[in-house]
């Protein structure tokens, strides 16, 4: 009878070890909603002061009157609330897509034009960098997305291979159909991300020690949201080294059936 007091004594033990576990996560689940409800909130009340300094200063850059000094002075002041400004959205677009309050509104969409407009609007930025920046596409992607959201995936991942690869390099985007879906890779010969830094690349903040080495700037935030965003549409993102070099970035995402499927 000792026995079967102990074994009474264990199974209270444990139905009470598990009443408490399921209030921890209780308590975590309240505590991360509190934490996107406070990122939310601190984000909107900073958008519009930071719009502000940038708006003013940008005024005072176009003053002509200002001494070499002062301009410089000002340019700080614009090229920091511009990185603040940048900083504030990207929170805020993440804690919307945490909250799942971003409606992805998936249609289908020929991503034929759609890569095509992203690259070309990104042209003068690989220009300025001297990069040459190449396109190969099948023909007749559809693809079942967000334009609009899509739209930001392509800028991000082109803007990066951009920024990440130094004059002389290139950037290839190139796009084919695979089963149900449609793959489309970035791919740049930059700076590369350390092997073992890969497993973080789409974490909240995380930069690799090769971009900060480089002294690029920027806020870790991109890629975490654009993962967000092809997890939203049912895809999936990667990265994987290139060879000779640089990264590749691959997506993908469900196509459109085809016609008469
Ligand atoms: P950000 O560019 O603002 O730092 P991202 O979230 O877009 O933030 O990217 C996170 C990190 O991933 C970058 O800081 C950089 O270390 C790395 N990364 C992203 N794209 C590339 C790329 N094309 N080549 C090399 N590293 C990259």
């Known amino acids: 009878s000792t026995d079967v007091t102990e074994r009474h004594r264990m199974q209270e033990e444990r139905e009470r070890l598990l ?19 406070l990122v939310a909130l601190v984000s909107h009340e900073l958008r519009n002061p930071i719009g502000a300094i940038r708006g003013y200063s940008e005024m005072l850059l176009d003053a002509s009157d200002l001494d070499e000094e002062h301009r410089m002075f000002v340019g700080v002041i614009d090229r920091m609330s511009a990185h603040l400004q940048q900083l504030v959205d990207d929170l805020l677009d993440l804690a919307r897509l945490d909250a799942g309050r971003i409606a992805i509104d998936p249609r289908p969409l020929s991503l034929t034009r759609l890569v095509r407009q992203a690259v070309d609007d ?39 291979a951009i920024k990440y690869t130094p004059e002389g390099g290139s950037v290839t985007v190139t796009a084919h159909h695979d ?38 700037k920027g ?19 990667t990265a994987t080294p290139r060879e000779g070099g640089g990264t590749v970035f691959t997506v993908r995402l469900p196509a459109t059936p085809a016609a008469g499927a």
């Open 19 to 37: 009443a408490e576990e399921q209030r921890q996560v209780q308590r975590l689940r309240e505590l991360d909603r509190m934490k996107d409800e």
């Open 122 to 160: 990104h042209r003068p930025e690989a220009e300025a960098g001297k990069l040459t920046v190449e396109v190969d596409l099948a023909r007749h992607l559809g693809v079942h997305a967000d334009p609009v959201r899509l739209r930001q995936v392509l800028d991000n991942l082109l803007s990066n």
């Open 179 to 216: 089963g149900g879906e449609v793959v489309i890779d970035v791919a740049d010969t930059g700076i590369g991300i350390p092997a073992e830094q890969y497993p973080k690349l789409f974490t909240r903040f995380f930069r690799a020690s090769t971009a900060q080495e480089a002294g690029t």
């Open 219 to 237: 806020t870790g935030l991109g890629l975490a949201i654009t993962r967000a965003i092809v997890d939203a549409h049912g895809g999936g993102i």
